[in-house]
């Protein structure tokens, strides 16, 4: 349990946060995680939805059998790593 949640912190360190301009609100993702991507009305908001997403997201990844990205890997060579629980 500690591997996922050390990878669970760490991958929410690589957030890119996006303000959407006036009134909008701001997203949330990380890159090399696939179809993972949160909005909130602040920061903190979308910071804190794209962490419950990304429970949901390794979760199901790990289900699958699919792994997780590597999150030390350049973006143009990203692998899958499987993350013991």
Do not use: C, H, Q
């Amino acid at each position: 349990m500690d591997n996922l949640l050390k990878y669970r912190r760490m991958a929410l360190k690589m957030a890119e946060i996006v303000d959407l301009g006036d009134y909008e609100g701001y997203a949330a993702k990380i890159p090399g995680f696939a179809g993972l991507m949160a909005v909130g009305a602040s920061k903190r908001e979308a910071v804190s939805e794209l962490a419950s997403a990304l429970d949901d997201w390794m979760s199901l990844a790990l289900k699958r059998g699919l792994g997780l990205p590597a999150l030390n890997a350049p973006k143009t060579s990203r692998s899958r790593v499987l993350v013991s629980a």
